[in-house]
């Protein structure tokens, strides 16, 4: 088998929730994709902060950008090698790598959207295919070019006969509303790990609150919590995408106008994202019937606890990916390599009705392996 005749693909995703590389290899050849391996690097710390440094503007940041991206792609690098060595894989037999690189800038609104990669060094590195650069032709054609995930959420998840939504909840949190017949429709409901993970690094040094428990110590604050919830995005009707450019540390300084426990503020910010996911499921998902949690937020037990509780009264089950057969920290690395085999196919990878562009795209571009 060969990469022109395989149906290996492996996806590679870093969000922004920054907590490092998750990579998958799949089989593409069945009705549903199989998984033949995973692996997650985490970032180190120095990396971690200069990726999170550029989120803003800093000195000299052009030359320190191309630095981080070639920094990240080694790390992509060393996924990829690990992920063939897992499989017993050989890189001939990969048709292609997807690979979304780190989203430093999402500004759809003025036309642009910039992701930290080097799709040509992990070509160089790798000797496998890479497509990269996934949401600039959605935005090109009028549309936000986010979320992407959805069109794969419906390929793989919906059901003939049950309403379904998929919630992932990364450092932003988005949804897929995956009704049984009637139009697929997806948007990002706001924050979902980013203003957890960055309290806590302010106020106890670590990357994020493992399991939510430092959250679950504390009480919730209504008031900080309703003047949180009086933002704009919340209230826009979709379709819509943000990131750290709207929901970061600055914004939530706006709202602390007075002193609070820390904990206290944790406990809030986490039913902040469960509060703005359940709003955008009442307010765009009528008749669900099954809520299925995607993304690193599905293993932060205290946030999974609250958004079950708030389902409770519905007895509306609130379940992970898991229950439908992939890990929930596994999905989008897993929508990047079918992204990447949409591209490589020359078949559409967006859902208009999701990001609002003008018509179907095919999405990324591609850059071969060279024969060796």
């Known amino acids: 088998m060969t990469h022109e005749t395989s149906q290996h693909y492996i996806g590679i995703m870093s969000g922004t929730s920054l907590d490092g590389v998750d990579a998958v290899l799949a089989d593409f050849s069945k009705l549903k994709p199989v998984l033949l391996a995973h692996q997650h690097l985490d970032f180190d710390p120095k990396l971690r902060a200069e990726l999170l440094a550029l989120n803003r503007c800093i000195d000299n940041e052009l030359e320190r950008a191309a630095l981080a991206a070639n920094q990240l792609v080694q790390r992509y690098a060393q996924a990829v090698q690990a992920l063939l060595v897992q499989s017993g894989k050989p890189a001939t037999e990969i048709a292609a790598i997807g690979c979304h690189g780190q989203t430093v800038r999402h500004r759809p609104e003025l036309g642009f959207t910039l992701q930290l990669n080097n799709a040509a060094l992990l070509a160089e590195l790798s000797g496998v295919a890479v497509v990269a650069d996934f949401r600039s032709r959605d935005i090109a054609a009028g549309g936000q070019g986010a ?160 958004l079950r509780h708030a389902y409770a009264k519905t007895a509306t089950p609130v379940a992970l990916t898991d229950a439908l057969g992939v890990a929930a920290e596994q999905v989008e690395a897993l929508a990047f390599a079918w992204l990447a085999r949409q591209a490589v196919r020359r078949e559409a990878g967006n859902l208009p009705a999701v990001t609002g562009a003008r018509h179907a795209c095919i999405l990324g571009a591609i850059y071969p392996a060279q024969p060796r």
């Open 147 to 306: 979320p992407l995930v959805p069109a794969f959420h419906a390929a793989l998840f919906q059901h003939p006969s049950i309403h379904r939504v998929i919630v992932n909840i990364g450092g932003i949190a988005n949804l897929t509303n995956l009704p049984s017949n009637g139009n697929i429709n997806g948007f990002d409901c706001g924050p979902g790990n980013m203003l957890l993970d960055a309290w806590c690094m302010t106020h106890r040094g670590t990357a994020y609150d493992a399991e939510g428990a430092w959250a679950a110590s504390g009480e919730v604050i209504p008031s900080l919590l309703d003047a949180c919830l009086q933002e704009p995005y919340f209230q826009q009707p979709p379709p819509k995408s943000t990131g750290r450019d709207l929901f970061n540390m600055a914004w939530l300084q706006r709202y602390l106008l007075t002193e609070y426990a820390p904990q206290d503020v944790q406990a809030t910010l986490l039913k902040l994202t469960v509060h703005s996911i359940e709003q955008a499921i009442q307010g765009n998902c009528a008749g669900a019937q099954e809520i299925y949690v995607c993304g690193g937020g599905a293993r932060n037990n205290a946030l999974m606890n609250s």
